[in-house]
Structures are given as structure tokens and as C-alpha cells.
């Protein structure tokens, strides 16, 4: 079931101190737990974790055999801390998974295809939702997950309902939430020339009064 091998060392010292030497290190603190596990502490190389992130076509819900030493266990990411600026990770939190358990992971949600209302009425596709929590088991979950627009006309929404799911899987969610629409572009209104109409009226009105003040003077 695991899919990338990933080395750790069990650690022993935390705070702050410790995390910085860690990280000049090339190693990052991070913690493992699980239903029926203690809390550990533990090292690991960033790059090797980013890397192998990269490379696995699952992302963040990238199965890992993580050996401590002669043992090991099968885990996922539960949550991942990045600098703000650079990028690289400064701890990671990983929870022990079991073959036989559903367990509810975020899938990026794909749109396929262009749609008939944006083809042949000019219309404009939105995407409402991005991610999606579905539950299946540890070996079931998807990379992502596709949506066929291209019958879409101008007004229709498409809901999760619509969605082909792969064996196995369900979402976390109203089958009747929408995720995709084809509406019609809004035009935007010509400007309103009232300011300019507002300067003309002002001269006229200027161009009045110097002919009064010149009757007033031959008078």
C-alpha cells in the first residue's frame, strides 16, 4: 500500500534551540500519532520530504512507509508547516493509518472539457469549489477528481452529483452543492458624459451672464 519509503530518526529534545539546529541541519522536527499510537517525536530530511511530494503524483496525500530505525509505519501527512517566504518546511505532523480504515482526505477537483454555452454563446465558465473531502480507503484515494463540462449551456450549474467517482469513494459533502456554472459575461456600460455635459451648461451659463453684464452696460 505505501508507495514512497521516507527515513526518520527518533527524537528525543525539543523547543525552539533544538528545531533551529535541526533545520541547519537539513532535518526537521515532526510528530507521528495515530488512534491506537503514542505520540512520537521525530527528525527527518526536508529536502527528501519535499522532493518525494513532488515527485508522487498523490501530493500531500502521498502514502509513506516511514522507517524509525528496524521499524516501520505506513502514514500520511496531516499537516505540513512552510516558511511564509522561502517555502521550505519547518515541521510536519504525520498520523498512523490502517489498511482496513476509511479515512477522509482534500482531492483537487478538475474541470473537463469546454462547455456549450461557452463555445457557442460567449458564455463564461466559474468554478465554485476547488477541493473536495472525500472518504475511502488508504489504497482508494484519488489523485484528483473530474467533472465533464462540455454540455454545459448558459444557466446550468453542475453539482457533485454529476461527478464520476472512482470505486470505493464518496464525498464529504451535499450531493445537490454546486461546483461549476456558465453564466453570461457581463458587458460593461458605456460612461455616463454627465460631467462633461455639467462643463458645457457652465460655460453657457458664463456665456449669459457676460451678455447681461454688457446689456447692463450700454443700458
Known amino acids: 500500500m505505501a508507495d514512497v519509503a521516507l527515513m526518520a530518526e527518533t527524537r ?11 533545520r541547519a541541519g ?12 503514542k505520540t512520537e517525536t521525530i527528525s527527518l530530511n526536508g529536502k527528501e520530504l ?20 528496524k521499524s ?5 501527512l496531516k499537516e505540513l508547516q512552510r516558511d511564509p517566504v522561502k517555502g521550505a518546511p519547518l515541521h ?6 490502517d489498511a482496513t480504515q476509511s479515512i477522509s482526505v482534500s482531492v483537487h477537483l478538475e474541470l473537463e472539457g ?11 465558465l466559474e468554478q465554485l469549489v476547488h477541493t473536495l473531502t472525500v472518504d475511502c480507503l488508504p489504497d482508494a484515494v484519488p489523485d484528483k477528481l473530474v467533472a465533464d463540462v462540455s454540455g454545459m449551456n448558459v444557466g446550468d450549474m453542475l453539482h457533485i452529483s454529476d461527478i464520476v467517482l472512482p470505486e470505493g469513494v464518496t464525498v464529504n459533502a451535499s450531493s445537490d452543492q454546486g461546483i461549476a456554472t456558465v453564466h453570461i459575461k ?5 460612461p455616463i458624459e454627465e460631467e462633461v455635459e455639467g462643463v458645457e451648461g457652465a460655460e453657457g451659463e458664463e456665456a449669459d451672464a457676460e451678455g447681461e453684464e454688457a446689456a447692463s452696460s450700454d443700458d
Do not use: C, H, Q, W
Not at 510536519?92 to 493509518?97: C, E, G, H, L, M
Not at 457581463?186 to 458605456?190: A, M, T
Open 12 to 22: 528525543n529534545d525539543s523547543g525552539k534551540g533544538v528545531a533551529r539546529k535541526l
Open 26 to 37: 537539513g532535518r526537521i522536527p515532526a510528530i507521528i500519532y495515530g488512534k491506537a499510537d
Open 50 to 69: 519535499m522532493d518525494s511530494l513532488t515527485e508522487s503524483s498523490a501530493g500531500l496525500n502521498t502514502i509513506f512507509s516511514l522507517k524509525i530505525g
Open 72 to 76: 516501520a509505519k505506513t502514514v500520511m
Open 92 to 97: 510536519a505532523d504525520f498520523y498512523v493509518i
Open 114 to 124: 469546454e462547455p456549450e454555452g461557452v463555445r457557442l454563446e460567449g458564455g463564461l
Open 186 to 190: 457581463r458587458v460593461e456600460e458605456e
